[in-house]
């Protein structure tokens, strides 16, 4: 006999939007006579294998809509990495509880784990429908046009470097700003939308996608210093050398990893700082300043897109008129239609866990410096209305007296 229970938890990076696709699950779950429980697991599969459970059936519309609008993760969140033991585990509670629908909202790690759960259940012939509903504001899932999360950490990356920029045209010097992407350089591009004017910053944009050269970047930061009088250089956290070692630790000696083995990126200032003296000690040049966004891009209130909340509560609901209506597990995608619109369709989980999207060539520049209009044109709608804009004054210039041939 049938339980009309489902689960729904959070995993990975929280984002400014994921709350919108857990109230969309909930919200769009009570359209349905049949689902009688609805329950959130606190701190993703973790809380799922210590069956840390909440009630969400007992939460009133009104507050759902309350949290839907803030930022970061409500149920909480986890980095672990689930390997087929603890698969087997989260399995083994679900099916304790008698949950039918398991909807997992996360990226890359949370499709895979999403993944080996319904192949435990496909193979205890246990009747779960399993969806994973895409979040992530590194822009990486396969198989998606743009992931809900990124477009909101984008429009505060853009909007922070249109403030850097004049903050450096005011003090000239070079500034050095570290944005979060391991292996997608997405949301460092995304710095790029904040110009107005041709000498506006970033004037420079370091990917991942391409080997970074110390040598080059000096000479390009050297070449814009010259021509303009200052510099403002987008940088991924994720850049790397040609054998693909992280330039952090190429240039540091001692950084810390993380529980996967990987170099910790985020969270530190190693990469601005280290770039910053590079700067200073081969080019002399005195004001150079950097800073590191780190975990800023990510939650941050008040600076959300409109078109990011609306797209993230739809895979919500898309995911359980799926799992409702449907006859197959899958991973929610966002499919662009048009100009600007966007259609939803449900991929197999194999085809996107586990994989990593990268930007692609038609969005870099030949010099692998900056990104193309096809990227502008392709991230500017995802950012939502509203984008704040700066003016300069005019040239006017008064002649000298004192000096008048100078």
Not at 10 to 27: C, D, E, H, R, Y
Not at 52 to 63: G, I, K, P, S
Request: include cysteine; hydrophobic fraction near 40%.
């Amino acid at each position: 006999m049938a339980s009309g229970k489902i689960l729904v938890a959070q995993g990975g990076g929280p984002t400014a939007v994921i709350n919108q696709s857990l109230v969309g699950v909930a919200l769009e779950a009570r359209r349905f006579g049949s689902i009688e429980r609805i329950y959130g697991a606190r701190h993703g599969v973790r809380g799922i294998v210590n069956e840390d459970f909440v009630d969400l059936t007992q939460e009133t519309h009104h507050n759902l809509e309350l949290v839907a609008s803030t930022p970061s993760s409500a149920l909480g969140s986890t980095r672990d990495k689930p390997d087929l033991a603890y698969c087997r585990e989260i399995f083994k509670v679900l099916r304790a509880h008698q949950i039918e629908h398991f909807f997992y909202i996360g990226g890359n790690d949370s499709s895979d784990t999403v993944r080996i759960v319904s192949l435990e259940a496909q193979q205890a012939g246990y009747p779960l429908r399993c969806m994973h509903i895409p979040k992530t504001i590194d822009n990486d899932l396969v198989g998606n046009d743009h992931t809900p999360g990124f477009p909101s950490a984008a429009r505060f990356v853009a909007q922070s470097f249109a403030g850097a920029n004049l903050d450096n045209a005011a003090l000239p010097g070079v500034y050095v700003g570290v944005v979060m992407g391991r292996h997608a350089g997405f949301l460092t591009a995304a710095s790029t939308l904040g110009k107005k004017f041709p000498d506006d910053g970033p004037h420079l944009i370091y990917l991942p996608e391409r080997t970074f050269v110390l040598e080059s970047f000096l000479a390009d930061v050297k070449a814009i210093y010259e021509r303009h009088g200052r510099c403002v250089i987008a940088v991924s956290e994720g850049i790397h050398d040609r054998s693909g070692a992280p330039i952090a630790a190429m240039l540091a000696r001692d950084l810390e990893h993380d529980a996967h083995g990987n170099v910790q990126l985020s969270g530190n200032g190693a990469l601005a700082d280290l770039l910053c003296e590079e700067i200073k000690s081969k080019l002399k040049i005195k004001r150079v300043r950097g800073d590191t966004f780190g975990y800023l891009q990510r939650s941050f209130i008040g600076c959300v897109s409109d078109v990011d909340q609306r797209e993230a509560r739809e895979v919500g609901e898309k995911a359980v008129q799926y799992a409702m209506w449907g006859q197959a597990d899958g991973s929610v995608a966002i499919k662009r239609t048009g100009f600007y619109s966007v259609d939803y369709e449900l991929l197999p989980l194999e085809a996107v866990a586990g994989k990593t999207r990268v930007m692609e060539d038609e969005f870099i520049t030949e010099t692998g410096t900056d990104v193309t209009d096809a990227f502008r044109m392709y991230l500017r709608p995802l950012l939502g209305s509203g984008l704040p804009d700066a003016f300069r004054l005019r040239h006017n210039p008064v002649a000298k007296i004192l000096q008048p041939g100078k």
